[in-house]
Every structure is written in C-alpha cells, then in structure tokens.
C-alpha cells in the first residue's frame, strides 16, 4: 500500500524592511590648534600669560616681583578677574593702570574678593550703578580694600561726622573708605580741633572740602598752617570760611601769589588770591595797583 502525504505549500515570507546602512563611526578631527594647546608647555603658557599683560599694558616685571601666585596662575584665573570688572562696568582700557598699580588682583578670586566690595558699594554706600565703575578708577584701592575691617568702619565713621543726606558718600568721595579710622581721619579732625575750631566747625570743614582728610598732617596742613599764621599774619576764621585753601600748593600758589600781594602793599581774602586762575589773578592785581592812580585823577 501506497501512502501519499500532503505536504503544506510553503508559506510566503515576510519581506525585512531595507535597512540604510549604519553610518560609519566619525573619525576623530585633529588640528594643529587643538594639539598646541595639549601639549603647550609650561614655557608657553607663561609666556601666553605675559602677553595677556602686554595687551592690558601692565608691566610684567611689576607684576611678577609684588604678585608671587602669578606664575602658576592659570590664564583662566586672570581672565575671570578681567570679566569681573567689566561686568560691573570697567572700560577695559581702565583695566591696566589698576592692575600695574595693584598686582594682586591679577590673581585675585571675584567671588571672594571683588564682588564683596561691588556688594558692599552698591547695597551699603548706595551708589548708583555706573558710578560704581566711576569710584573704581578714582580709587582702585577699594578693590584691595577689606569691607569688614576697612571699608565699612569708615563709612559708618563719615556718616557720623556728616556726610549723610545731600552729603552723603559718593563716587567723589569714595576715597575716604580707603583711609583707617584710627590712624588716617582721627588725627585729621584732632588737628583741626586743637587749632580752636569746635567739633561741628570740623565737621562743616571737611564736608565742603573732603580733601582735608585724605592730606598728609606733616606735608600738608601744619606746613600752610604755619605760613598762614607766620607769614601772612592770618585769621583762622578765614580758614573755617575757606578750607579749600589747603588744597592748593603752598610753593606753587600760596607763596607766590601772597609775595605778590605783598610786594605792592596789597592783601585779598583767601578765595579771591587762590581760586582764580594766573592770569585772572595778575588781572586783579594790576587793577589794584591802578585803582590809585585812576582816583587821584578823578
């Protein structure tokens, strides 16, 4: 007997999806940049970063002799202090002449150091925004300057003696922060006081003319005391109306312009013998010497 099997007929099969082929894996890209900065040596990064000071014209010498951390500093380091003082409004251009002067900033951390004092000028001495730049470059000691044992103890000082309200400290002013209470403005105000004047006179003094607390007592205001008091046989009181007048030289102006004065018989008050420029003054003088000889025509 035959047996016959029936075998199923073959089933279609599927058809796979065609498949882009997977794209071949990239290939690594060299430059010649990327591989000068991998393998840079320490000679040339140092000298990367004495070109960084050349294009901000600070004096590398300077810098290497006062600032020690600036040799093993990366290029990084000066660059974020860089873009800490231009986001508060620093001209780059500005940026040199405070780093020449202060070195140590070159390493300094923004974080720690810098935005502290942006902090302290802005929420404390209230300073607008762009005159904050403004008393940076007048006073770029403010950055080196510590808020709680420097700065601060000063204002809190100033605005006892005064400056508050329309007097308040501005970016004029800024300069005062930076002076120790007890070794810089005491003294000043204690020489003043003991010249006769009473606390408050002091106080109106260094209001109209801040300067009087930033001169030096030796070089500065006992010298033209002394000439005032010897010399021109002065009142004090003048100098309470005119405390200006220890801001003008005393070789430069003051001698000079009184010699003048006295050379003729003549005598001005304090603001009219310095405020006035040289010219004005011979001006005002030759009018003086002329004024007798017009009259006795007359």
Not at 19 to 40: H, W
Not at 107 to 128: G, K, M, R, S
Not at 186 to 209: C, H, Q, T, W, Y
Request: a positive charge; one cysteine or more; glycine letters at 4%.
């Amino acid at each position: 007997m035959i047996v016959r099997l029936s075998l199923p007929s073959p089933q279609p099969q599927p058809t796979l999806p065609c498949r882009s082929p997977l794209p071949s894996p990239p290939r690594p890209s060299f430059s010649l940049s990327s591989v000068a900065v991998t393998t840079a040596g320490p000679g040339v990064l140092f000298r990367r970063k004495l070109n960084y000071l050349e294009s901000l014209d600070v004096d590398s010498l300077k810098a290497l002799r006062l600032n020690p951390h600036f040799r093993s500093a990366p290029l990084q380091t000066l660059k974020s202090v860089e873009n800490c003082l231009c986001s508060m409004g620093l001209s780059r251009s500005s940026l040199g002449r405070i780093f020449d002067m202060y070195p140590q900033l070159l390493t300094a951390d923004p974080h720690l150091h810098l935005y502290p004092v942006f902090d302290f000028l802005i929420n404390e001495v209230a300073l607008p925004f762009p005159d904050v730049s403004r008393a940076i470059v007048r006073c770029p000691r403010l950055l080196v300057s510590s808020v709680d044992d420097q700065l601060r103890p000063a204002l809190m000082f100033l605005r006892e003696l005064g400056f508050v309200g329309k007097q308040k400290i501005d970016c004029s002013t800024t300069v005062l922060l930076v002076s120790n209470v007890e070794n810089t403005l005491l003294p000043k105000i204690e020489f003043l006081a003991n010249l006769g004047f009473s606390d408050s006179e002091v106080a109106n003094m260094v209001i109209r003319s801040p300067g009087l607390l930033t001169y030096s007592i030796e070089k500065n205001l006992r010298p033209k005391v002394d000439y005032f008091l010897t010399e021109m046989k002065g009142d004090l009181a003048e100098i309470k109306r005119f405390p200006q007048y220890f801001s003008f030289s005393l070789e430069g102006k003051i001698k000079h312009r009184h010699r003048l004065l006295m050379d003729h018989g003549f005598s001005m008050p304090l603001s009219e013998m310095l405020k006035v420029s040289d010219g004005e003054f011979l001006v005002r003088l030759l009018d003086m010497r002329l004024r007798p000889i017009e009259c006795g025509q007359l």
